[in-house]
């Protein structure tokens, strides 16, 4: 039996705030783990692991 539910979250502004920060964190780490495999790829490299941690997809810079 296949269930599907529906429903809408209507946050407050600090609710709002914080799904905000979570999302657009979460943007910025898959964005850096994508560049990251594309980079090992046109290198010709093994693809970075989760086991490598997320120092292997920090930027050089250091943003």
């Known amino acids: ?3 599907r539910y529906g429903f809408r979250l209507y946050p407050d ?8 920060g979570a999302f ?5 780490v898959f964005n850096d783990a ?3 495999r594309e ?3 046109t290198a010709g ?12 997809l920090r930027d050089p810079v250091g943003r």
């Open 1 to 3: 039996m296949r269930l």
């Open 34 to 36: 994508v560049r990251a």
């Open 13 to 20: 502004i600090p609710q709002r705030a914080a799904l905000t």
């Open 45 to 56: 490299a093994a693809f970075p692991t989760a086991g490598e941690g997320p120092g292997a």
């Open 24 to 28: 657009g964190c979460a943007r910025v």
């Open 39 to 41: 980079d090992a790829r």
